[in-house]
């Protein structure tokens, strides 16, 4: 098997993620830009190699400032001796904003373009973006941006900050264990799914209440989706996570194989696939098995959370989870709250999966001050 050098596996899986990203980002532009189109005479590619041009101009500054400020900060905290907040993340942020952004805009413009020759059919990916709310789908798009530049600034900090801090006995890196002792494991795996269930709760409760308050009663197949993507949310996001560790690459691919082969994610998979394949026979039992491993699913985290990189896998997590509340909405369509109230519960839930992030990366991703 080949072995890639560390810096080559953290520009693979950095390039990885970024791809996701760009896809994400085109969804938004590809409505943006379709807006405008009727006929492939009225797309525009000047816009776009303008915002490509920029995009890498801007990046490469954002690189060299990036370094520039670093050297600055551990100079700063070598003649202090106290570790402060670095730069970093701002400048890689932004860098990452840049690329993003030009790509997804020109993955959504080529997209328009070859398709602009034609009606668009039902069904298609054009016509399935419509149902999305423009705002959600910018919003997943940033923070997954933020998510990527967050890995991508603490794989460089671990590169060129940690062991310049450490040489100088100022502080170290707390390294996240491996895999954690069961108990431990249990309480972690415990607490993420009570929190997603909390920021799904908001998110559901941001659809509801409003119509409640107008005298609304939700029909049964709302509550129910309802219960299931509160309940249940937290194990879809965890089964997404599971397949992007897959697709990174060594060592998440590792920490995925050993989370998936344990016996509760074995199980919980197992229901899912026979709760969908009986539920062509018997709609009842098939749902009642599907859910149950979808709860499983939820409850246990598939096991990725004791296992997978943290600080990113978190966070990440907690970002899904929120998205994922207004993805599949009251009737499992996309929906942006209602009213005054339904905006005050989505403010909440913001601000409750926002806090407990970044407490989350806090933990994951601290430096520890050496003794003199």
Request: proline share 6%; aromatic share 10%; net charge positive.
């Amino acid at each position: 098997m080949l072995v890639l050098p560390g810096g080559w596996r953290d520009v693979l899986a950095s390039l990885s993620i970024g791809v996701i990203a760009t896809l994400l980002a085109t969804a938004p532009a590809t409505v943006l830009v379709g807006r405008e189109v009727r006929s492939p005479a009225d797309v525009h590619w000047q816009p776009v190699t303008v915002t490509a041009i920029v995009a890498v101009v801007g990046w490469l500054a954002c690189l060299g400032l990036r370094a520039a400020a670093s050297r600055r900060y551990l100079a700063k905290v070598v003649a202090t001796r106290q570790v402060t907040w670095s730069p970093v993340f701002a400048y890689t942020l932004v860098g990452w904003l840049l690329l993003v952004g030009a790509g997804g805009f020109a993955f959504g413009t080529y997209h328009v373009a070859s398709t602009a020759d034609a009606p668009v059919e039902p069904g298609s990916y054009r016509d399935n973006l419509v149902k999305y709310p423009l705002p959600l789908l910018f919003l997943g798009v940033v923070l997954v941006t933020v998510g990527c530049a967050g890995y991508a600034a603490l794989k460089y900090r671990r590169r060129n900050e940690f062991p310049v801090l450490k040489e100088y006995g100022i502080a170290r890196e707390v390294t996240p264990p491996g895999k954690l002792p069961k108990a431990e494991a249990f309480k972690v795996r415990t607490r993420f799914w009570i929190e997603g269930v909390i920021i799904d709760g908001l998110a559901f409760a941001s659809g509801i209440v409003p119509r409640l308050l107008d005298g609304e009663r939700p029909s049964d197949d709302e509550l129910g989706m309802g219960l299931i993507s509160v309940i249940g949310g937290p194990g879809i996001i965890s089964f997404a996570l599971l397949v992007a560790m897959f697709l990174l690459g060594w060592p998440a691919r590792s920490s995925a194989l050993d989370a998936v082969r344990q016996p509760s994610s074995l199980t919980a998979i197992g229901l899912t696939v026979v709760g969908f394949a009986v539920g062509e026979q018997n709609q009842l039992l098939g749902s009642i098995l599907a859910t149950a491993g979808v709860i499983l699913a939820s409850a246990t985290c598939l096991n990725i959370m004791d296992r997978g990189s943290q600080p990113w896998l978190g966070f990440v997590y907690f970002a899904g989870t929120y998205l994922l509340g207004y993805f599949m909405g009251q009737s499992g369509d996309p929906a942006l709250p209602e009213g005054i109230s339904g905006w005050a519960l989505a403010l909440g839930g913001a601000v409750f999966a926002a806090r407990e992030a970044r407490e989350h990366w806090r933990k994951w991703a601290t430096l520890e001050p050496l003794r003199e």
